[in-house]
């Protein structure tokens, strides 16, 4: 069974500059959420996506934008970069809409300058 | 809204011996889960033990069990026979019941030292 994959590992961008981050779902889930994790924080909630569709909101701007694709895998866009989005950016898998336990991926570390 | 919160940023236990991180949250809720999350320093987020609010019995994970307390909202974590692979951050986390609140709620964490 493979477990919740993401992609790049690291990333560095300038102030301004727009981020695309991949996930890949644990096999048999269906369910994707998004966590922004600032640096001595707990992750805070982004978007959740259910069979391609989002599924619930944290309370982030529009210009963090997301995707579902039809193997429910996921990216995770945020346009118009700005400082406070260095943070670790981790992604979780889950079964169903309600699914009880997220198992997370190893999370993108990403640099803004 | 619901609230997390752990008071103790960070705790120390010499090795083989037993620790007890603390966590109390904040709902109105009568069905949730909560969770414990440990975080090394690779950063991936790795599932330690999970409860769900209707039942109990406190969970227990081999050497990680919880002592639940639902009226006083608290849901506390033991460790017990440490070991040096235990050193890490330990989030709490809570998730409502039901398909469109799927969001975990973290608190902000307590980093686990273990002494040899």
């Known amino acids: 069974e493979t477990g919740v994959t993401q992609s790049p590992t690291h990333l560095i961008k300038t102030r301004g500059q727009q981020v695309t981050l991949r996930c890949s779902s644990q096999?048999?889930?269906?369910?994707v959420s998004w966590y922004q994790q600032a640096l001595g924080q707990g992750p805070q909630f982004i978007f959740q996506?259910?069979?391609?569709?989002?599924?619930g909101r944290g309370n982030f701007p529009p210009r963090f934008s997301g995707l579902q694709f039809p193997n429910y895998s996921s990216e995770l866009n945020v346009n118009a970069l700005e400082l406070d989005d260095s943070a670790l950016y981790l992604c979780?898998?889950?079964?169903?809409?309600?699914?009880?336990?997220?198992?997370f991926g190893p999370g993108t570390r990403l640099l803004v300058l | 809204a619901q609230t997390v919160t752990q008071s103790q940023p960070e705790m120390s236990v010499q090795e083989a011996e037993t620790v007890t991180l603390s966590c109390t949250y904040d709902?109105?809720?009568?069905?949730?889960?909560l969770f414990w999350y440990k975080q090394p320093p690779s950063r991936q987020m790795i599932l330690v033990i999970r409860?769900?609010?209707?039942?109990?019995q406190n969970a227990t994970e081999n050497r990680f069990s919880v002592n639940f307390q639902k009226a006083a909202k608290s849901f506390s974590l033991k460790i017990s026979d440490s070991q040096l692979g235990d050193a890490a951050m330990y989030f709490c986390?809570?998730?409502?019941?039901?398909?469109?609140?799927?969001?975990?709620?973290f608190g902000k964490g307590t980093k686990l030292s273990v002494k040899p």
């Open positions: 979780a898998s889950s079964a169903g809409q309600g699914g009880e336990t997220q198992y």
């Open positions: 096999s048999g889930h269906n369910t």
């Open positions: 996506y259910y069979r391609e569709e989002e599924n």
């Open positions: 709902t109105s809720e009568s069905d949730y889960y």
């Open positions: 409860q769900e609010a209707y039942k109990q």
């Open positions: 986390a809570y998730r409502a019941y039901g398909g469109s609140q799927g969001n975990l709620i």
